[in-house]
């Protein structure tokens, strides 16, 4: 190894910021150099095909009902294996919903479940200021549970660390695409919104990928609250919203990564927001630490909604993560919460399970891995956590436009 590319003793004597710079810069070549390797610039992520039942399951149908149109050359024609197995593509699930809302809707059922005149956008932000609460999981099993159940879906990441993207299979470094700050940003140098939206692997989410920029939003808001000539900065929390009007003709369901701190991002999210999802760690540390930040953002939003925010949520919960049931102390402090905010918790818990944590190292959520990929016990408790969550949290989008039954 050559003395520039490795620490060295010969670091000793310099500066702490200039080891650190460079040891910055060698991190970065080196994951660089990794992931083009596995994952190549120009690749573009792939999504399998989803069974029979998993189809049925997500459109809200019988097998027998999907085998019986495939047998009538009904609707679109899945793939069969030498087996006899049948496959859909996401983009033919939709296309199942289409021709089932054409040929075969009665009155209570409705099966594209796009939102209606006066239905407003759901606009729903993840948050919690302790790192590693499960954030950026929630939010991207949310955001393609939604997808695949019909929604048009935007998923934005606001955390400069950029998980939520690469996850997408976006590599800010690598594929320097713009991030929300480029479509907040208070100089001449705006851009449209529409501009930085990206179309995901699933069909039916698109995503507004994260950069290191979004970090400068911290530091040029309070710059620009201080601006005597502008109005602007003093507006910080309409950002956001703003931005978002641009493009709410498309979508149905807007879902933020929000990062593990509670400043303006955070701030200006929750403002855009029609909804709250709180992920929590049922641990005692976890806990003290949400308190926490439960008392700043309340202490921080007071004044906001004094300087004209509109705080107007339709809802908001606690979801407890990567919860081990059979834990005793983790299964007190559900307990605990529970009886402090019962019709504030998400009655569905989502569990840790190591196809979670397995399918996160590849870069990968539970709905992109194949069920035959892992020990399917795991995976099917995994995902039954996973579906009874997101499920849960679709059922509250449909009561917030006054909806009845999941459609
Ligand atoms: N249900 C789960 N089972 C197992 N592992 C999980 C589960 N949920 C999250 N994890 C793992 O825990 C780690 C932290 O999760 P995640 O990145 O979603 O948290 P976060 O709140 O977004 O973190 P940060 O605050 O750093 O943004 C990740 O490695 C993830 O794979
Ligand atoms: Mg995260």
Redesign the pocket.
Known sequence: MNAKSSASAETVGMHFEDQILEQGDLISKKLHLLSVQRFPPNAKKGLRSFTLAEVAAYVGVSQSTLKKLHLEGKGPSPQTSSSGRRSYTAAQMLELRDYLDAHARSDSRIYVPHRRAGEKLQVIA?V?????????????HLAQYLALTGHRVLAIDL?P?A??SSLHGFQPELDQVPSLYDAIRYDANRTPLAEIIRPTNFPGLDIIPANLDLQEYEYDTPLAMADKSTNEGKTFFTRISRALAEVEDRYDVVVI?C??QLGYLTLTALTAATSVLI?IHPQMLDVMSMGQFLLMLGGILKPIRAAGAEVNLSWYRYLI???EPTDVPQAQMVGFMTTMFHEFMLKNQ????????D???TKQTLYEVERAAMNRGTYDR?IE??DAVNGEIASLIHQAWGRRVVG
């Open positions: 993840v919690n200021f302790k790192g590693g609460s499960g954030k950026t999981t929630t939010t991207a955390d660390q998980s939520l990564d990062p593990p992920t993560t990567r919860y989502m569990l840790k399970s190591t196809a979670v944590s399918a996160g190292i995994a956590s996973l």
